[in-house]
T-cell receptor, first 116, second 110 residues
């Protein structure tokens, strides 16, 4: 049973298109995250939701819009895709928002987005 | 200044060698510390948490130095399968998030 799953695994699309990535976790965690990992491999937080409420919104273009229909799901919609959006997007979850009592994060397998 | 800094490497070591990675963090209020491992084209996975007193898991030893604000990971008797990127992760209640280092690349050579 996959703990954190993402779809699609690969996404190849043209500039200007709108696309969505879905994430689901079956761990019963309250907190979910979206990270972007660029070609230099740096893992950068984009958004975090705790129990469906947005708690972290880093400096991300407003073309990126997260949505959490329930605490087990966190989707990412991207409008007007640009070349620089090409990266691997990881979803993650944790029991609580941050590392109290050694809470750790569990990552999904990643979505490899390529914008042409 | 970055929240978490690591030497990106790469570290290329022969099988059986001992290798150590260090990581420094800037927020003295940081409370939880971890090492994650990321294999090529895979997601990061927890390797081990880092406790104040230091902790060991088989060939892996993690240490925390709060006074100097750094954590370390020691790998003894390196195996080919240890080749990966090792990510230092720090979190604090005030920051309300996990901060990742850029990772240190390790290649173990036969």
């Amino acid at each position: 049973d996959t703990a954190v799953s993402q779809t699609p695994k690969y996404l190849v699309t043209q500039m200007g298109n709108d696309k969505s990535i879905k994430c689901e976790q079956n761990l019963g965690h309250d907190t979910m995250y979206w990270y972007k990992q660029d070609s230099k491999k740096f893992l950068k937080i984009m958004f975090s939701y705790n129990n469906k409420e947005l708690i972290i919104n880093e400096t991300v273009p407003n073309r990126f819009s997260p949505k959490s229909p329930d605490k087990a799901h966190l989707n990412l919609h991207i409008n007007s895709l640009e070349l620089g959006d090409s990266a691997v997007y990881f979803c993650a979850s944790s029991r609580t928002p941050s590392g109290g009592a050694w809470e750790t994060q569990y990552f999904g397998p990643g979505t490899r987005l390529l914008v042409l | 200044r970055k929240e978490v800094e690591q030497d990106p490497g790469p570290f290329n070591v022969p099988e059986g060698a001992t290798v150590a990675f260090n990581c420094t963090y800037s927020n003295s209020a940081s409370q939880s510390f971890f090492w994650y491992r990321q294999d090529c084209r895979k997601e990061p996975k927890l390797l081990m948490s880092v406790y104040s007193s230091g902790n060991e898991d088989g060939r892996f030893t993690a240490q925390l130095n709060r006074a100097s604000q750094y954590i370390s990971l020691l790998i003894r008797d390196s195996k080919l399968s240890d080749s990966a990127t090792y990510l230092c992760v720090v979190s604090s209640l005030t920051g309300n998030q996990f901060y990742f280092g850029t990772g240190t690349s390790l290649t173990v050579i036969p």
